[in-house]
């Protein structure tokens, strides 16, 4: 199959419209069988659910080119299971076991000359997403939904790809104790925006926010998990009830244990305590592990040994072990790499 005349090696992480996408709709109770299109197009009514109260979920998955040629997805049932719980928590339906991954299967395989080569840095990034759709004025669940898969080629997702980045902490919050933090809502992010908008304007990456009970403990940023390795060369990642459980994030701490003998935990990190470690990293699907050189704290640097130019030794480890394994070079955990067949 050819590919498409792309320059794949300095794309950003942008939206490129492909030749098809998936749509399958709900209705009197049910999905429907779904199918791919060339139309890109929403049509919706003006009092929609998704535009009136933001009734819509989302999930980030990665499509990869194998060394030995194979177009592969890394653990999309991680992803199916992800915005199950997501739909639950904004009462919309469930998709029936199966639909998800088949659906990412017909768009990406629909896709597959859009599917950068391999060694070209650049990765297919996949996006299922369900919204409300019909008219819902009263503050309500809609009746009808659309699920959609779009799938768009990309490159790193901070520009400079591995070279470390500069982020602040917020004084915004992202998520309550016992809000959405933890599900993948179009509405954590439009909450973000205003937050994020500022931290560009200041020169900064990203923003690091902390939990909004106390202000103390670090939780995330707008769209990664945080990983830190300690000066005794641990790995630590930030537990909060609040924060998306990342994929990326439970599987590099199944790496660190198991591929490079590490210690690895899931713990409460307080923001006094990141001054103290070796090494940051944001990680997540567009994130992979982009390193962290410089926090700041209300104009209090925070400055990782690592410094400013290269990632820290045992992150860049962690992120030669995770794409060696994304990409077939290294040999994977049963079910992380699901091949989908051109
Ligand atoms: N946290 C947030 C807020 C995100 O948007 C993402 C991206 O999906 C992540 C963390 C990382 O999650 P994952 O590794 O599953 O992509
Ligand atoms: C992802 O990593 O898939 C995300 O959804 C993060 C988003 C900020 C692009």
Not at 142 to 156: C, I, K, W
């Amino acid at each position: 199959m050819e590919k498409k005349d792309i320059d794949w090696g300095n794309l950003g992480f942008g939206y490129i419209k492909t030749d098809y996408r998936y749509v399958s709709n709900f209705k009197d109770g049910k999905w429907d069988d779904g199918e791919i299109t060339t139309d890109d197009k929403v049509v919706l009514n003006e009092c929609a659910g998704v535009l009136q109260y933001a009734q819509t979920v989302f999930e980030g998955l990665k499509a990869y080119t194998t060394e030995d040629g194979r177009i592969v997805t890394f653990r999309p049932d991680l992803n199916a299971e992800r915005i199950n719980q997501s739909a639950a928590r904004l009462e919309i339906p469930t998709l029936p076991e199966g639909k998800f991954i088949d659906a990412v299967e017909k768009t990406v395989k629909a896709n597959a000359a859009y599917v950068p080569p391999y060694g070209s840095g650049a990765t297919l990034y996949v996006r299922p997403y369900i919204f409300g759709s019909n008219p819902v004025i009263g503050v309500k669940p809609a009746d009808e939904y659309q699920f959609r898969v779009l799938v768009t080629p990309v490159g790193p997702y901070f520009k400079g790809g591995a070279k470390p980045i500069v982020i602040k902490v917020s004084d915004f919050d992202r998520a309550a104790p016992h809000g959405t933090g933890d599900i993948k809502a179009g509405l954590n992010y439009a909450m973000s925006l205003h937050a994020i908008v500022t931290a560009h304007a200041e020169g900064f990456a990203e923003n690091m926010y902390l939990d909004s009970a106390t202000r103390t403990k670090v939780e995330e940023t707008g769209g990664a998990n945080f990983l830190f390795v300690t000066k005794d060369g641990k790995v630590v990642t930030p537990k909060s009830k609040s924060i998306l459980p990342s994929i990326t994030r439970r599987s590099l701490i199944y790496v660190a244990k198991e591929y490079l003998g590490l210690e690895a935990e899931e713990r409460e990190i307080t923001l006094e305590e990141v001054a103290d470690m070796a090494e940051c990293g944001l990680c997540g699907t567009a994130a992979v592990i982009s390193p962290v050189g410089k926090i700041n704290d209300h104009g209090k640097e925070i400055c990782f040994p690592s410094g400013m130019e290269e990632m820290g030794p045992v992150t860049k480890k962690l992120y030669d072990t995770l794409t060696g394994i994304q990409m077939g070079r290294i040999e994977a955990p049963e079910g992380w790499v699901h091949e989908i067949k051109i």
